[in-house]
């Protein structure tokens, strides 16, 4: 890999997040004459004087109290010591504590739908590739077929309804005593895993059948390669010829698969942690947005946008290391 490419694309991805900070300070602020206004308390039997006193607090209590360019250079200036600035709730907790108080659990759902879906998406999709037109692909063809018309909070509805309120396998909704007792204890974590079975299940079916159709389409490209005609010359086990040489020469679409999946592990599951009432940064958000607390929005949107350039850096590396052929600059 050639240290120019890698550098151009890091500093590419730093402006494309320079533009990204930007839009996310001035998109909420659209259309808003006083952002303070919600926040005013009720005028009572004040004067139109004494009201205004207290409007001008309230405006510099939030720091609305300067124009709308010193508030973006004040945002940026806390950006650069790691300050995403204090939510407008009760008691102004900081943003990134909120943040870090959610994340966990958001991830404990993506990482976990992640694994499922990445490693069983695979290993079926090289399988229905190796076996077209038997019943494992045409299996994975129609059910590819109807995820298409099937939303996942749907998928997540039926489980909910079915396994959690009718059958009593799993909860419907997630125990609202579980984030303030858990305490890394056996039982805290079976805990976690047993409430957390029906959100990641929920997510786990349209990843599996993502990453399966993905896999299979790219195996199917493969298959037919002189290198892959040699091997099955040779005489090489089935499963050596699949696994070691198919899926080995395959990767670039699943990595393009997989790295899109990563830049969702934490926005890409708000439908589902509402429907298990799970709280996690998809409800922050919701709640953040119903209360138009700006600094919360723009600090979870900031997050979200790292995970996606971030995520999008790293896919193209990779594709660099698995491929030398890839397009590195204006040359090859």
Do not use: C
């Not at 004459?33 to 309230?58: C, F, H, L, W």
């Amino acid at each position: 890999m050639k240290n120019t490419y890698v550098i151009k694309r890091i500093f590419y991805s730093l402006f494309v997040f320079v533009v990204v900070i930007t839009l996310n300070f001035f998109i909420p602020r659209i259309g808003v004459v006083d952002p303070a206004e919600r926040y005013y308390p009720p005028q009572g039997n004040m004067s139109e004087i004494e009201y205004e006193i207290i409007k001008q607090v309230t405006r510099k209590q939030y720091g609305f109290d300067v124009s709308t360019w010193q508030q973006y250079l004040n945002y940026l200036q806390g950006l650069s010591k790691g300050d995403l600035g204090k939510s407008f709730r009760p008691g102004s907790p900081a943003v990134i504590d909120l943040i870090v108080e959610r994340l966990p659990w958001t991830l404990v759902l993506s990482v976990s739908t992640l694994l499922i879906g990445l490693i069983i998406g695979v290993m079926f999709g090289v399988v229905a590739a190796t076996k077209r037109g038997r019943w494992q692909d045409t299996l994975l063809l129609n059910a590819s077929t109807i995820m298409v018309a099937i939303p996942g909070f749907f998928i997540a509805l039926m489980l909910s309804f079915y396994l959690g309120f009718e059958l009593e396998v799993f909860p419907a909704y997630t125990d609202s005593n579980m984030v303030a007792n858990f305490d890394w204890s056996l039982a805290a974590i079976r805990t976690v895993a047993y409430n957390a079975a029906l959100p990641v299940l929920s997510m786990a079916v349209g990843s599996i059948i993502g990453h399966a159709q993905g896999t299979r389409n790219a195996v199917i490209a493969v298959t037919n390669e002189d290198f892959i005609l040699t091997a099955k010359a040779k005489g090489l086990k089935q499963n050596t010829i699949r696994y070691k040489h198919i899926l080995r020469n395959s990767m670039l679409p699943i990595v393009t698969s997989l790295g899109m999946s990563i830049s969702g592990l934490i926005g890409g599951q708000v439908v589902i942690e509402q429907v298990f009432n799970w709280n996690g940064m998809g409800t922050l958000f919701l709640e953040a947005n119903n209360t138009n607390d700006y600094p919360l929005m723009m600090g979870i949107m900031l997050l979200l946008s790292g995970f996606t350039i971030l995520a999008i850096l790293i896919t193209d590396l990779v594709y660099v290391l698995l491929d030398p052929r890839v397009t590195v600059g204006d040359k090859r």
